[in-house]
T-cell receptor
């Protein structure tokens, strides 16, 4: 089992819809969870982080963490074409605080 | 001011050559990283330095040698370049002990070996 798993997609949603991106992780000791957005040809940029169970909202983005089920998700409300990118899930696990990355989910928001 | 800057942005070179990529961060972070992103977009950590000390060294050919002269700089030297080294290399920094565990990335260096 991979340490951090994401559905590679592509996930295609119409403009204005809710995009739901999911990520599961294998290390129960994981403490910190991050969502990065990467546009084609650009570097990853942090958009959300969450440390505690439950929801965390920031504008149109909501991160959801469920440590018992070992998953973290990202919801994007009112999706815009500019949200079209690859979304990378990253988890800090282990004593060396190494970021473990998923392969990313490609999101396409259609006008 | 750019937080994490790496040079060059593009690098095209022939097989067998030796090349270096430089990285500097002005965020005051104590940890720096080199990542490789291949054509399948998989982001894989190569090295991590904390205060000039190597703390993560993934399974990387020993043709790759990182050097950290101080905690604001982490350079990557690659000897005897091979076709399979073609990828985008990202430098990143973070400050896990200072409450900033997430990584901030440079703009990437696209290395093409011909």
């Amino acid at each position: 089992q991979k340490e951090v798993e994401q559905n590679s997609g592509p996930l295609s949603v119409p403009e204005g819809a809710i995009a739901s991106l999911n990520c599961t992780y294998s290390d129960r000791g994981s403490q910190s969870f991050f969502w990065y957005r990467q546009y084609s040809g650009k570097s990853p940029e942090l958009i959300m982080f969450i440390y505690s169970n439950g929801d965390k909202e920031d504008g149109r983005f909501t991160a959801q963490l469920n440590k018992a089920s070992q998953y973290v998700s990202l919801l994007i409300r009112d999706s815009q074409p500019s949200d079209s990118a690859t979304y990378l899930c990253a988890v800090i696990a282990g004593n060396n605080r190494k970021l473990i990355w998923g392969l990313g989910t490609s999101l396409a928001v259609n006008p | 001011d750019t937080a994490v800057s790496q040079t060059p942005k593009y690098l095209v070179t022939q097989m067998g050559n030796d090349k270096s990529i430089k990285c500097e961060q002005n965020l005051g972070h104590d940890t720096m990283y080199w990542y490789k992103q291949d054509s399948k977009k998989f982001l894989k950590i190569m090295f991590s330095y904390n205060n000039k000390e190597l703390i993560i060294n993934e399974t990387v050919p020993n043709r790759f040698s990182p050097k950290s002269p101080d905690k604001a700089h982490l350079n990557l030297h690659i000897n005897s370049l091979e076709l399979g080294d073609s990828a985008v290399y990202f430098c990143a920094s973070s400050h896990p002990n200072g409450g900033t565990p997430e990584a901030f990335f440079g703009q990437g260096t696209r290395l093409t070996v011909v």
